[in-house]
């Protein structure tokens, strides 16, 4: 289960969770809902990361206080994450497991965060599109928030590779990611599915969640020629032409063509 299945070009990575091109929109959000939520429950955070490999967003959010359950089905992504945690002096704060989407649930009931009533917020990132049963994966994270706790989705987006495919000129599976059920660009396609935002609110939905925000996220980075981002002025500037692009009042709809799109959502 790759923490991310979109391909990407190589790029720096002296960046930080701040400017690092695919977590830096997303972390925002996070950072921004974890601070609200740990002032309306007066203590830090029970934060379930599914997915979470090495640690983009956990550490930084043990780093805050929360307390964080790594569940990833890679090893070597687990070794990588208490390396991560202990150097930067948050192993305590920190559980890995091996695991995966449809067994998280089980994995984390006996644990800290399902013994005090289940988790506040739960991140999968970049997940959702590979899992063997999207329906059962949200079913099972259902299980794991308390009432009123916050899922933080992220998922391939269907209008980014139609957009992609079109540029590069491969017009037939262009049209085969626009029509297909799973917004998939033909039978050698590496993801499982893509979703839309209609899509996504009607699964969720499904599965006891209450969508809160939906927007999509590396609408440009994803097009951006190589190098033209390696320096953190250069990642802040396209981050900020992100948001702006995003939330704008007229334009709005450009996050339809970005790869990702990132859903808040709370269980009901």
């Keep these: 289960m790759p923490i991310d299945a979109t391909p990407e070009r190589p790029r720096s990575r002296r960046a930080g969770v701040d400017t690092a091109l695919r977590t830096a929109a997303v972390w925002g959000s996070v950072s921004d809902l974890a601070a609200r939520r740990r002032d309306e429950l007066g203590r830090p955070l029970r934060v379930v990361d599914i997915g979470g490999g090495t640690g983009g967003l956990s550490v930084p959010l043990a780093e805050q206080g929360h307390d964080v359950v790594v569940v990833d089905p890679s090893p070597d992504a687990l070794a990588s ?68 706790g916050v ?14 495919k079109a540029l590069a000129g491969q017009f037939d599976q262009a049209r085969a990611a626009l029509e297909s059920s799973d917004g998939r660009c033909g039978p050698t396609d590496s993801l499982p599915r893509r979703f839309d935002e209609t899509g996504i609110r009607d699964l969720l939905s499904r599965n006891g969640f209450a969508v809160t925000d939906v927007h999509g996220i590396r609408i440009f980075s994803d097009l951006a020629p190589a190098g033209s981002a390696d320096s953190d002025a250069d990642r802040a500037a396209l981050l900020a032409l992100e948001e702006a692009a995003v939330r704008h009042p007229e334009f709005g709809f450009l996050g339809q063509l970005g790869a990702a799109l990132h859903v808040l959502a709370t269980r009901t």
Excluded: M
């Design 81 to 148: 994450l208490r390396r991560r945690a202990a150097e930067s002096g948050v192993a305590e704060r920190i559980t890995a497991i091996q695991g995966d989407a449809e067994t998280a649930a089980d994995l984390v009931s006996g644990l800290s965060a399902g013994q005090a009533g289940g988790a506040d917020l739960v991140c999968f990132h970049g997940t959702l599109e590979v899992v063997d049963d999207p329906e059962a994966a949200l079913a099972g994270i259902a299980r794991v928030l308390a009432p009123g």
């Design 151 to 164: 899922l933080s989705l992220v998922t391939a987006q269907r209008l980014a590779v139609v957009w992609a």
